[in-house]
C-alpha cells in the first residue's frame, strides 16, 4: 500500500525557518516525481514544488521561489521541504505528493499544517 | 502563466442528476496536459482525470473529462451521494508552474 506520510509542520513567527519531511513506503520511492502542494485554510490547492526522481530537475512556483527548497533523499525513501523567511501566507496545509506524470499527483499524504504567527 | 478558470463556483444538484464542470485554461494546454481532483472536508485531494480524458485508477465510469486547448469539461453522469465535493482541475504542461483552478463545489440541491 502506498503511503506518504508528513511531518514537521508547527507554529513558527514571521521569519522563521521550518523543515518538513514526508517518508514514503509501499512503493519504489526512488522511482517516481514527487510534489509539493499547500492548502490555505479555507482556500483552495497550491502547486508550490515538484522534484525528478533523481533530483536532478526541481521547479517552484514564484509565491516560494528563493524562499523554499524542495529535495529528496532516495536511500532513505523521503522527501523534504526547507522553508526560510515565513510569511504570515504561508499559512497552510502542506501535502507531499507522488508525481503520476509530472506534476500531477495520485497518491497525497494527508498534510501537515505550518501555522505562520506572531 | 496559464491562469484556470472554473465555473461554475457552486452546483447544487440532487442524487442521480448529471453535473457538467468547466475548466477554462487562459492559453492553450498542450498536449491536453489537464487534470481532475475530487477533494472532501478534512481529506487529502484524489487523482480523477489526467491527460484530460484519462481515468486514474480505480475511478468509477461515471466520472469523464473531455476537451482540448483552453476548454476542458469534468462530467459526472448520475450523481451519487458520495460525489458531492470540492472539485479541482491542474494544468501540467511541459513548463511550470502546474496551476489548479480555484474550484467548483458540488453541493446537494
Known amino acids: 500500500e502506498v503511503q506518504l506520510v508528513e511531518s514537521g509542520g508547527a507554529l513558527v513567527q514571521p521569519g522563521g525557518s521550518l523543515r518538513l519531511s514526508c517518508a514514503a513506503s509501499?512503493?519504489?520511492?526512488?522511482?517516481?516525481?514527487m510534489n509539493w502542494v499547500r492548502q490555505a485554510p479555507g482556500k483552495g490547492l497550491e502547486w508550490i514544488s515538484y522534484?525528478?526522481?533523481?533530483?536532478?530537475?526541481?521547479y517552484y512556483a514564484d509565491s516560494v521561489k528563493g524562499r523554499f527548497t524542495i529535495s529528496r533523499d532516495n536511500a532513505k525513501n523521503s522527501l523534504y521541504l526547507q522553508m526560510h523567511s515565513l510569511r504570515d501566507e504561508d499559512t497552510a496545509v502542506y501535502y507531499c505528493a507522488r508525481g503520476y506524470v509530472a506534476a500531477v499527483s495520485d497518491y497525497w499524504g494527508q498534510g501537515t499544517l505550518v501555522t505562520v504567527s506572531s | 502563466e496559464i491562469v484556470l478558470t472554473q465555473s461554475p463556483g457552486t452546483l447544487s444538484l440532487s442524487p442521480g442528476e448529471r453535473a457538467t464542470l468547466s475548466c477554462r485554461a487562459s492559453q492553450s494546454i498542450s498536449t491536453s496536459y489537464l487534470a481532475w481532483y475530487q477533494q472532501k472536508p478534512g481529506q487529502a485531494p484524489r487523482l480523477l482525470i489526467y491527460?484530460?480524458?484519462s481515468r486514474a485508477t480505480g475511478i468509477p465510469d461515471r466520472f469523464s473529462g473531455s476537451g482540448s486547448g483552453t476548454d476542458f469539461t469534468l462530467t459526472i453522469s448520475r450523481l451519487e451521494p458520495e460525489d458531492f465535493a470540492v472539485y479541482y482541475c491542474q494544468q501540467y504542461g511541459s513548463s511550470p508552474p502546474y496551476p489548479f483552478g480555484q474550484g467548483t463545489k458540488l453541493e446537494i440541491k
Open positions: 509501499g512503493f519504489s520511492f526512488s522511482s517516481y516525481e
Open positions: 522534484i525528478s526522481s533523481s533530483g536532478s530537475i526541481i
Open positions: 491527460g484530460a480524458s
